[in-house]
């Protein structure tokens, strides 16, 4: 047998409760009641009914009050609540629905006027919380995609990398890859997406194909960009754009080649040296046919490591901290790094970086590299 | 004023509608004090509200009469008018007295 549905009555008038109670528990819904805003309220958060009949016009804390208090608490907030008024002006009736009500029966009501209006929003409320639970279980869908589509160095043991990976929500803006373009070449990208809904994501696995498509030894660092850029502006909805940064890895020249779009600067710690900041400048990607991009060139060494990073590394909203100015104390936090494994590296830095806040603002990606 | 009128109004036997008359009953006595200290201390706050109680409860039982004497008391010290209230009064005084009469057989 199913639970039955709970119904909150409130209402001044013990006739009024009365008669609504025996009413609503001869259909088998359960009554619960209350004849002032305060108890209403209370009842409301603790037991959470299916759904609120409140009475407009009482002494103390009215209707108004009582329907304002529940909207604005988050236990309350999705009972849907029906009110009850002896005002047919209109004035009244659009005051209450402002405040959040789905629908008022007018006093004097009969009880099956009460009756019928009471299954409908339940109907209601049944739908749209089906509805709900059926994104969200979308979402949790994407989000499963999106982590199966994330390498992690175990699938790329030549390519020299940690990672820390947490997205904001279960569709994720950032996003990273790491792609084997030869014996010898290994290629690192990592992309913060605008938006974290469900076409971002789609976006990202756009990203991804695009990648395996065009890095390729037949394109050089910049082409393989340019071409990725050409295709998003045509796919890309036209507010949707990446900012992005590539690292194209020589292993057999010792030529590191990277390709920055619009991205947070690269952290460049050459062994036994201090790191520091490899600015470079360019556009976004996915936005301006014809964009151009950042380059730089470095010969590097055994035991060189890079850092590539989101934005929701160094930003805080919360505390105003844009990323160009969170970045003035990141590379205090790479003080004895080189003494760490790499492996280790990832959860060290966020550790320092977060002081043991789990909660990122947005996303974070946050790619270690060693050569 | 019959309690009777309760049975056929709302669909039930007769003994929820005699239940359902003593509440109105005691309801009514209840508000009608209320109106009647309203009237003596000039609140037209305090008569609005328990008119405005009457009015739905009496509806709500089919007690058509009730419920239209008590709007017009609501209408008019909303107003802030008082003449005529104490009429209204006593004949909703004199509807008290029919529903008692009623549930006690007489």
């Known amino acids: 047998m199913a639970d039955a549905y709970s119904i909150l009555v409130v209402d001044d008038n013990r006739l009024n409760l009365v008669l609504i109670e025996k009413v609503l528990t001869k259909e088998g819904y359960v009554a619960l009641l209350a004849d002032n805003g305060p108890d209403a309220r209370r009842i409301a958060a603790q037991k959470h009914p299916d759904l609120i009949l409140l009475d407009i016009e009482m002494p103390g804390e009215d209707g108004f009050e009582v329907i304002k208090k529940l909207k604005n608490d988050a236990a309350t907030v999705t009972i849907p609540v029906l009110f009850l008024t002896g005002v047919s002006e209109v004035d009244v009736k659009l005051k209450g629905f402002e405040l959040g009500a789905v629908d008022y029966i007018l006093k004097p009501f009969h009880p099956q006027e009460v009756l019928a209006r009471v299954r409908i929003h339940l109907k209601l409320s049944i739908a749209t919380n089906s509805l709900v639970q059926d994104q969200a279980r979308k979402l949790r869908q994407v989000s499963q995609a999106q982590n199966a589509m994330l390498p992690s160095p175990e699938d790329f043991p030549d390519a020299g990398f940690s990672v820390f990976y947490k997205p904001l929500e279960e569709a994720g803006g950032d996003f990273y890859d790491i792609l084997n373009i030869s014996k010898q070449i290994t290629g690192y990208f990592l992309a913060d997406s605008s938006g974290h809904d469900i076409e971002t994501s789609y976006a990202t696995a756009s990203v991804k194909a695009l990648l395996t498509q065009n890095c390729t030894p037949v394109y050089s660092p910049r082409e393989s960009m340019e071409m990725i850029n050409d295709v998003l502006v045509e796919i890309l909805p036209a507010e949707k754009y990446l900012t992005a940064c590539y690292m194209h890895l020589n292993r057999g020249t010792r030529i590191m080649t990277l390709v920055n779009a619009g991205h947070p600067p690269v952290v460049y710690m050459p062994k036994g040296k201090k790191p520091f900041f490899i600015n470079i400048q360019g556009d976004i990607l996915g936005m301006f046919a014809d964009a151009t991009f950042g380059l730089k060139k470095i010969a590097v060494n055994d035991g060189d490591r890079f850092f590539i990073y989101s934005d929701g590394l160094v930003e805080s909203t919360q505390k105003k901290i844009s990323w160009v100015a969170g970045m003035n104390g990141l590379l205090s936090a790479f003080d004895g790094l080189e003494k760490i494994a790499l492996s280790e590296i990832p959860d060290v830095l966020i550790s320092r970086l977060f002081k043991g806040d789990p909660i990122p603002e947005d996303d974070i990606v946050l790619l270690c590299i060693e050569v | ?106």
């Open chain 2, 1 to 106: 004023m019959d309690f009777r009128n309760i049975e056929s109004f709302l669909n039930v036997d007769t003994n929820e509608a005699r239940k359902l008359g003593r509440l109105m009953a005691d309801t009514l006595v209840s508000d009608l004090e209320k109106i009647r200290r309203g009237l003596k201390d000039g609140d037209a706050q305090s008569i609005g509200f328990a008119a405005h109680s009457i009015k739905g409860a009496s509806g709500n039982l089919g007690f058509e009469n009730l419920s239209q004497l008590a709007a017009d008391i609501e209408m008019r010290s909303r107003a802030g008018r008082f003449d005529g209230l104490q009429d209204l009064f006593f004949e909703i005084q004199r509807l008290l007295d029919k529903l008692e009469n009623s549930l006690s057989g007489r």
